[in-house]
Nanobody, 125 residues
Framework: QVQLVESGGGLVQAGGSLRLSCAAS????????MGWFRQAPGKEREFVAA????????YYADSVKGRFTISRDNAENPAYLQMNSLKSEDTAVYYC??????????????????WGQGTQVTVSS
């Protein structure tokens, strides 16, 4: 069974940092672009960041630019999200996703091929 498994979520005070990881299970994600998304209670899921397979290009939502950094190291650990200067409005369930086309992750993310189950991030003010 193909899976993406997120980890690293938790409770942190405003201004603090967390690092989320997305691990692959059941297949390699060689060649796949990766993205992070989040969904706060009562709100729609939204794009946070994406990275191409090469790692050479990254994309960010305006709300996280300068605070969050997406990265990757190999096909088995295809994505990380370093979150700094966290705010209460960053509280959400964070999901990683994979698709061969980074445009899908950026602009048509419901069509993304693979999704993880999510990890909760709670920022206390």
């Amino acid at each position: 069974q193909v899976q993406l498994v997120e980890s690293g979520g938790g409770l942190v005070q405003a201004g603090g940092s967390l690092r989320l990881s997305c691990a692959a299970s059941g297949r390699t994600f060689r060649g796949y672009a990766m993205g992070w998304f989040r969904q706060a209670p009562g709100k729609e899921r939204e794009f946070v960041a994406a990275i191409t397979w090469s790692g050479g290009t990254t994309y960010y939502a305006d709300s996280v630019k300068g605070r969050f950094t997406i990265s990757r190291d190999n096909a088995e650990n295809p994505a990380y999200l370093q979150m700094n200067s966290l705010k209460s409005e960053d509280t959400a369930v964070y999901y990683c996703a994979a698709d061969l086309d980074p445009f899908i992750l950026r602009s048509n993310w419901p069509r993304s091929r693979y999704w993880g189950q999510g990890t909760q991030v709670t920022v206390s003010s």
